[in-house]
């Protein structure tokens, strides 16, 4: 089956720097986003990689290994509006999405 | 500016009353998807539309229907909700289905089921 896991939960301090994990087991690769997704809002998009390394945006970057099945996103300068869910989905070979179940990050003061 | 549209951002209905959720994008994007998205977890996709062309995901049930009359606009239709129906629903676009082309959601339609 295909899967898609990232920690459940993050809490981190404004103004610091948070690293968050998804890793992928899919048929097929055809590139990686992630979205940002207020409570009660729609998922944003942030990024798309489909080749390995860093993709830099501001003060988000996102890194990928396809060898390893793994991404991160990197949050710099941590803002109290940074407090959202980050999904990580997958395009298989049949270019569906398959979705993470999402990252709740809290930010504290 | 361009966008997509969700109509009304809250809905409430009775249980096994009929209910259609509505969608617009002034995108001109060729695909349009209806998600489910429950609390804390993962958007699910129920069908997509690549221009006219349907495709329905295997484990849709049978009580959830769409229509797209036109490139514009996409409608959901759920029949006989049950309580287990409540959720968010997201209509999302893109321009095309493969590569680097991002998903546009709209803001929602929170369904609650009394």
């Known amino acids: 089956g295909q899967n898609i896991d990232q920690p459940t939960e993050m809490t981190a301090t404004e103004g610091a720097i948070v690293q968050i994990n998804c890793t992928y087991q899919t048929s097929g690769f055809n590139g990686l986003f992630w979205y940002q997704q207020h409570a009660g809002e729609a998922p944003t998009f942030l990024s798309y990689?489909?080749l390995d390394g860093l993709e830099e945006k501001g003060r988000f970057s996102s890194f990928l290994s396809r060898s390893k099945g793994y991404s991160y996103l990197l949050l710099k300068e941590l803002q109290m509006k940074d407090s959202a869910s980050y999904l990580c989905?997958?395009?298989?070979?049949?270019?569906?999405?398959?979705w993470g179940a999402g990252t709740k990050l809290i930010i504290k003061p | 500016d361009a966008m997509v549209i969700q109509n009304p951002r809250y809905q409430v209905t009775q249980f096994g009353k009929p209910v259609t959720l509505s969608c617009s994008q002034t995108?001109?994007?060729?695909?349009m998807y209806w998600y489910q998205q429950k609390s804390s977890q993962a958007p699910k996709l129920l069908f997509h539309y690549y221009d006219k062309d349907f495709n329905n995901e295997a484990d849709t049930p049978d009580n959830f229907q769409s229509r797209r009359p036109n490139t514009s606009f996409c409608f959901l239709d759920i029949r006989s909700p049950g309580l287990g129906d409540a959720a968010m629903y997201l209509c999302?676009?893109?321009?095309?289905?493969?590569?680097?082309?991002?998903?546009?959601f709209g803001d929602g339609t929170r369904l609650s089921i009394l």
């Open positions: 999302a676009t893109s321009r095309e289905v493969e590569g680097n082309q991002p998903q546009h």
């Open positions: 990689n489909v």
């Open positions: 989905a997958v395009l298989d070979s049949n270019y569906q999405l398959i």
């Open positions: 995108l001109n994007h060729n695909v």
